[in-house]
């Protein structure tokens, strides 16, 4: 690979919102990046409970206030940003399981980032599966933008978090085509690595080891790193020893890292629902820090997508 994959414009947003109190930064943050980059905005509310057709009345009553809480809310903050917001291209109240409901609307609309809120647990509570914001992350086909309740403001210290392998390129790959709308000047890059099992034991406190390694980390990121500098964004390169979710959490509170780019894979349903991945390790551990998640897209197999489809497994 001699140069970073293209990735696609940011020209549709969607905000899903459950109308909680944490949901809030979420949609700002929706607000705030279609307007800086130029997309539409679009917010959709799921109604899981009111599936009775003879329930029509209040789910027309319920539209229109969620409605009019999406438009106040995104015109207060398009008030105190002063030079306001994106425009609310539509804002939908529709029946059904919330994960259905967004695929069928990000499928509809063409969406291309997923805005969703978290609660900011953290722990246990986080990692409980169920959780509609978890099981979106990990079956939508686009990226998608997690923000924590405790978020407040525009993005100003992003972290790319890397390995050297082609999703960690396309995450590079994003926080670059984004940064100058954004308004970024530096892109910190985190990468961690791991020595071999039983290591420790036999090279004892020789530190050189942990530098060589450092050094083969850094040749494989050497082509995010080049680009970096070549859109002009300066910023930090850690590379240090560890599980990545220790070590980016670690480098978030250090620097104050309000966003955090990841390359995730796009699996099917039966394997995205199996806890272990990087991306969800790392989402896991943040708290007050957004992570956006870009997406990779691979080419479908006809036949193996056919039969899988046909086992109820995709």
Same mark, same amino acid.
């Given at each position: ?25 979420? !949609?700002?943050?929706? =607000? *705030? ?5 130029? #997309?539409?905005?679009? +917010?959709?509310?799921? @109604? /899981? ?53 967004v695929l069928e ?10 805005? !969703?809120?978290?609660? =900011? *647990? ?5 990692? #409980?599966?169920?959780? +509609?914001?978890?099981? @979106? /992350? ?46 970024f000047e530096a ?36 082509l995010a790193i ?89």
């Amino acid at each position: 690979m001699s140069s970073l994959p293209t990735v696609r414009p940011i020209r549709t947003v969607l905000a899903a919102t459950d109308l909680s109190e944490a949901s809030k930064p979420a !949609l700002h943050a929706a =607000g *705030r990046l279609a307007a800086a980059l130029g #997309a539409e905005l679009h +917010v959709v509310h799921a @109604l /899981a409970d009111a599936l009775d057709p003879r329930l029509d009345f209040l789910t027309e009553e319920f539209a229109a206030k969620v409605l009019k809480e999406a438009q106040d809310e995104l015109q207060a903050m398009s008030s105190a940003m002063g030079d306001g917001t994106a425009a609310l291209v539509s804002v939908e109240v529709r029946r059904g399981v919330a994960v259905d409901v967004v695929l069928e609307d990000i499928k509809r609309i063409k969406a291309d980032l997923l805005v !969703l809120g978290t609660h =900011g *647990r953290t722990g246990l509570e986080r990692l #409980a599966l169920g959780s +509609v914001a978890e099981h @979106l /992350a990990s079956v939508v086909p686009i990226d998608v933008l997690l923000v924590p309740a405790e978020a407040d403001g525009p993005y100003r210290r992003p972290l790319i978090a890397a390995r050297d392998d082609e999703f960690s390129m396309r995450a590079a790959a994003r926080a670059i085509a984004v940064a100058g709308k954004l308004g970024f000047e530096a892109i910190d890059l985190v990468s961690a690595f791991e020595l071999p099992y039983g290591w420790h034991y036999v090279a004892g406190d020789d530190a050189s080891h942990l530098e060589r390694m450092r050094a083969i980390r850094s040749d494989g990121l050497a082509l995010a790193i080049k680009a970096l500098k070549a859109a002009g964004l300066s910023g930090e390169q850690v590379l240090e020893e560890g599980t990545a979710s220790k070590v980016v959490k670690q480098t978030i509170d250090r620097l104050g890292s309000d966003l955090v780019f990841v390359g995730s894979h796009n699996r099917p349903a039966w394997t995205a629902m199996l806890l272990g991945d990087t991306a969800r390790n790392i989402a896991h551990s943040l708290d007050r820090a957004s992570l956006w998640l870009v997406r990779s897209l691979p080419e479908k197999h006809p036949l193996l997508d056919h039969l899988l489809r046909d086992l109820g497994l995709r």
